[in-house]
């Protein structure tokens, strides 16, 4: 009964008062335990709740919450659909193994992890729900302002150099933001996405300048967000410089900036948006293809082993949003299907960079000669599982992945290249990891005395359940592409999302009402 009343709210909810009540039991070693075992609880139950919400949006309808019983546009709705749940599942997904990884002894190198952990979730729950552009700031700054924190935590200088980068990027990037909405609310009168997707095609030109500026400069804030070329040059230093459970959760928030071009960009001014529509299409594609390019040669040159990693995360950002590009539903399908699996895959490899790193002696895990590791069988067979998760080698879900985003560009004009780079960016992927693994796990010298012990069976079962969770996907391609195939639909099916969202007095009453024009000094 509450998960049917309240069922879009409670992700939201359920990190925030955890976060809340692990700050009021304070970070004293001698409750770490209690922490530790609340947390991983409400993350497991989080999990629970993503899965079942996952099911119900999979038999079509919308859930819609309207907070305080406000009517939309004017109240914060929020909205899970297909795509919204498969975000939440997903998240859920990469948290529940990294806190239990982290959960080794991570958690005690710095001050409230699993609280900003909590808050990390809450923000990105928040911004996967959020039917409203405005409320899509605000949560993109709560899991921001975790994510600071996160990133330093731990401490050390070069985190500290990396980490001042990253925040000042982002601020810049969400005052960007502002601006953004602030153009689009001027011309619409509205920032809920349903009554904006039936608003802005009413908006003819010469006015939609505006909105296509708006629409630009949001892109480039979602862009920033995503790792898309040529605002990716942050990612690959403040991922490697990172801990390795914050690494592998920030493999999720580069998703945040996809989720965000597909509902704006691909939904608002997609290409029923009038004399708006399809803006970023000239940019988009090419641009993703680029970015794929620079992120699989990144990782060619990299020194150290998450750096390698780091750089093939934004070549998988490049390919997610090279499908996005093509403007078609079942490309949006591929590069959805393409995205899980991905995420899964880099998540579990930068818990494994610190696996290996570890058993490395001081070399650690720059990319050099260095004493055998404890456990080269195990170690070795999750990197070559990832590599080839990753390449995309058949029969395993990157390669069905990829191969949808193939099919799905056939009738595209730019096939030759959609092609030429997904697989030239496949095969040097496959190039790269393996001369890492030829490295790390062949080209040893021997240490006299060097003895070292294996990784402890939580955190190797941590990484394994992240890398399993990936190649399993293998085993139910069929329902999860007709998963993301319903998904992509139903993003297109803008009546039925303004209905379910405005209701069907305030869906037709959007669709026939006339631009909005504030008056002077008027206030949202």
Known sequence: MLLELHGPVLPVLLPAATAMLLLLLG????????????????????????????????????????????????????????????????????????????GGGWDSHGRHFHALFQFQLMGLAGAFVTGDLFNLFVFFEVLLIASYVLMLHGLGRERLRVGLHYVVLNLVASSLFLVGVALLYAQTGTLNLADLALRVPLV?????????????????????????????????????????????????????????????????????????????????????????????????????LPRLIAWLTVASVGTVLAALGLFDAAAWSAGLFYMANSTLVIAGMFLLAELVAAQRGEVADRLEPASPVAQPALLGTLLLLAAAALAGLPPLPGFIGKLMILEAALPHPGVVAVWSVVLGVGFLTLVGLARAGSILFWHVRSEPGA????????????????????????????????????????LLDRAAYADAVLGEQGGAAARTARPYRAPTGGTR
Do not use: N
Request: glycine residues 8%; contains cysteine; proline residues 6%.
């Open 27 to 102: 970070d004293d070693s001698t409750r770490r335990p209690l922490v530790r075992g609340i947390a991983l609880a409400s993350t497991a139950l989080g999990l629970l709740l993503a899965a079942t919400l996952a099911v119900q949006a999979d038999a079509g309808g919308l859930q819609v919450y309207r907070v305080g019983e406000w009517p939309a546009p004017f109240g914060i709705v929020l909205v899970v659909d297909r795509l919204a749940a498969l975000m939440l599942l997903l998240t859920s997904c990469v948290a529940l193994p990294v806190l239990v990884y982290a």
């Open 451 to 490: 003895v070292r012990a294996g990784a402890s069976p939580r955190l190797v079962g941590a990484t394994l359940a992240l890398l399993a969770g990936g190649i399993a996907m293998s085993a139910f391609a069929a329902p999860l592409q007709r998963y993301t195939a319903a998904a992509a639909a139903q």
């Open 204 to 304: 003819a030109a010469p006015e939609a300048a505006l909105l296509q500026a708006a629409a630009l400069l949001l892109l480039v804030v979602f862009g920033f967000k995503a790792a898309l070329l040529p605002l990716a040059m942050w990612l690959p230093a403040t991922y490697a410089a990172a801990s390795a459970p914050v690494a592998a959760l920030f493999a999720i928030m580069t998703k945040v900036g996809v989720y965000a071009i597909v509902r704006v960009h691909g939904v608002v001014f997609g290409d029923a948006a009038g004399a708006s529509a399809l803006a970023a299409q000239p940019l988009l594609l090419p641009l993703a293809l680029g970015t794929s390019v620079v992120g699989v040669l990144g990782a060619l040159a990299a020194g150290t």
